[in-house]
């Protein structure tokens, strides 16, 4: 159970991330991490510091071992992916992802910094992926000039783009998880990757519905109001469902 939340705050903080998009699920989730940070705040973090302090409360409400299961695309088999949360979080002296970045190419001078939070929810109602990227890459763009001109992301060839996207995903390296995986049936390596916020909604889900039925059961049984049984420790409530099944 939760290190870090009531049970009666699993369920709403299960509520406040379910129905909602990937940008919003993030948000609730920052802000149960940081109880009193401005959600403008959190919103203007680097990806990769967001999903910093997801991770960081999953393990506070979960523990430290993550358990997951991926299909292989190859043959469809099911792998499972155990490691520890701890290995994802940023090591000692590792330096901060900074808050502008400088990309050169040829006559081409640009200042870009780090996407946040804010920008993929300005981007999530597109519906279409090429414009969501495109629209990502402007936003970070800060200043751009090809010799005394100034420019815009529709004056960048192929190549300058691609080397924006290469510079910013090495100046925010945690803002993208992906694991290298294995198939143990027929030997295809691919790539998965991993999206804290949707990861550990899916585990908030898991945890709410299995609260909700001991409520319901207690609930049917004694008479009991949620608030009753949820102030209950889990361990008074697995007794008084064993002393049900007796």
């Given amino acids: 159970m939760s290190i870090g939340l009531t049970s009666a705050g699993i369920l709403n903080l299960w509520e406040a991330t379910s129905a909602t998009t990937a940008p919003r699920r993030a948000l609730a989730l920052m802000a149960a991490a940081r109880p009193g940070a401005a959600i403008e705040e959190l919103a203007a973090l680097p990806l990769g510091e967001s999903h910093q302090q997801i991770l960081e409360l999953r393990r506070n409400l979960f523990g430290n071992t993550f358990e997951a299961v991926s299909s292989c695309p190859q043959c469809g088999e099911e792998l499972e992916v155990d490691f520890e949360v ?9 330096p901060p992802v900074p808050a502008e970045i400088e990309v050169e190419v040829g006559e081409l001078r640009l200042r870009a910094r780090p996407l946040t939070t804010a920008d ?14 495109r629209l990502l890459l402007e936003r970070s763009i800060l200043e751009a000039r090809r010799g005394a001109a100034a420019a815009r992301l529709g004056d960048l060839d192929e190549d300058e783009v691609a080397v924006l996207a290469e510079t910013l ?11 290298a995986l294995a198939c143990d049936a027929c030997g295809h390596e691919f790539r998965q990757p991993l999206e804290p916020a949707s990861f550990l909604s899916a585990e908030l889900e898991i945890h709410a519905r299995r609260l909700l039925h001991q409520v319901h059961i207690l609930a ?18 697995r007794t008084y469902l064993e002393l049900l099944e007796s």
């Fill in 169 to 179: 995903a090495a100046a925010d390296p945690r803002a993208e998880i992906v694991f």
């Fill in 120 to 133: 993929l929810l300005t981007a999530e109602g597109l519906g279409d992926a090429e414009a969501a990227a």
């Fill in 220 to 237: 049917r049984a004694y008479g009991w109001r949620e608030a009753d049984v949820l102030a209950l420790s889990p361990q008074r409530r």
């Fill in 86 to 94: 701890g290995l994802l979080l940023r090591r000692p002296g590792e």
